[in-house]
């Protein structure tokens, strides 16, 4: 089970995104508890209002819980882990709440603590809280028997295809998936053992190499998106000045940019939009089927609720006329038939919760199923779409190649990007290093 925390503020800002039932297919408030409020906003506004005593501005723990993609996991599971987390955490007997979402047909869960001791008036310290967590989640995976991730064995092979949020809206601009960048990225570096060879594999998934604003290596798409090799491919700068030499020798993004600017061509863009509208016409009915999908999984879920609520309202009463009241009542607690009934009622109690949560889980199994069959073919499809792509940029690339366009001619720039170049050389000289071989 991969754990993520960080300490933070923003108490209704982490309320909404809790909540948000758009980008989520569903969302279930598991547990409110050390709290007056009942609700998930009105628990983080009280840890925000309690935090006021004290200089703490990070006053909330935040938690997700993410489990392997195809196992089983059921409720209880995600409970034992939390369990495990406070103990380890030191956060035994702090406020928290607990929230699962499901999306894409998988099922993750968030806590979040107060991490304000009401009793001491003092924030609770995690020292080295990503370490613990860390060997919180190895043992879950030992203990379930799932299939350990390369990362917790070896810290060199940690999955290279983690993305910020940033790289996600970035990615987002395009059209593509974060993850496919970063693999292209890092398959043009492993493939490659000098800059030619290097400069060649970009070109052919449609990047070229630039100079980044701090002398640092980045990268342009067709596009005009740039993206910087340490953080893409993971490797260090020495690393990269040694395989492809020094980045002051690089052209400048601007350059690159007017380079890309006078190649790509009006069709280019036009066969790339009318092959995103094939996607789309192709993922509109798989959409369609998602909603539907949804929107009867979260039908069943309130007709589960409503059902169980009402057997536990017949059972309850069938609990409490078990016990006798007045005198009768009074003469039970004297011969000690009433703490045998009540003791007899609790454990019917926990069962029945038990009872009801196994439903729950089964039911919920049962949707992740018919989910993650549907996600298979929104997979499969983004998957062709990502390799239309490819091959749509690789032909590119042949074609500029194949018609001499590396030696492109100052007249071949945009209007507007020979204004910015000649507004650029009257306030300074031009920039020393070599043209990009586009």
Known sequence: MILKASKRGGARQLARHLLNGEKNEHVTVHEVSGFASDTIGGALDEIHAISKGTRCTR??????????????VP??????????IEKKLGFEGQPRVVVFHEKNGRRHAHCVWSRINADEMKAIDQPYFKNKLNAVAKQLYLDHGWKLPEGFIDRSKTNPL???????????????????????????????????????????????????????????NIHGEVYSLTRQIGVKKKELEGR?????????VDTV???????????????????????QKLLKPLL????????QHRKDRVSQKSYQGAR?????????????????????????VYWKQRKINEQETSRSHKRDQNERDKLIQAQLNQRQKLQEQLIQLQKQHVSDRANLIKGLSHMT??????????????????????????????????EPEI
């Not at 059972?315 to 000690?336: H, S």
Request: with cysteine; proline share 4%; aromatic share 8%.
């Open 59 to 72: 006053f909330m723990f935040s938690l997700s819980l993410s489990p392997p993609e195809n196992e089983n």
């Open 75 to 84: 409720t209880h599971v995600f409970e034992e882990a939390l369990e495990r």
């Open 162 to 220: 983690n993305y910020t949020r940033a790289e996600w809206e970035q990615a987002a601009r395009t059209n593509q998936n974060p993850k496919t960048i970063k693999a292209a990225l890092q398959e043009c570096w492993a493939m490659s053992d000098n800059r030619k060879s290097f400069s060649s594999a970009l070109k052919e998934r449609g990047y070229y190499l630039a100079k980044g604003d701090r002398r640092g290596y980045v990268v342009v």
């Open 244 to 252: 492809i030499g020094k980045a002051e020798n690089l052209p400048s």
């Open 257 to 279: 940019k007017n380079k890309i600017s006078g190649k790509v061509s009006t069709i280019f863009i036009k066969f790339l939009n009318e092959q995103n509208k094939d996607y």
């Open 288 to 295: 369609k089927t998602k909603q539907a999908m949804t929107k």
């Open 312 to 336: 536990w309202i017949k059972e309850d009463r069938k609990r409490v006329a078990k016990i006798r009241r007045g005198f009768k009542g009074l003469w039970d607690k004297l011969t000690g």
């Open 401 to 434: 190649q194949g018609r001499g366009l590396d030696k492109t001619k100052h007249s071949e720039i945009h209007p507007e990007t020979q204004k910015h170049e000649k507004n650029k050389q009257r306030h300074k000289n031009p920039e020393p290093g070599i």
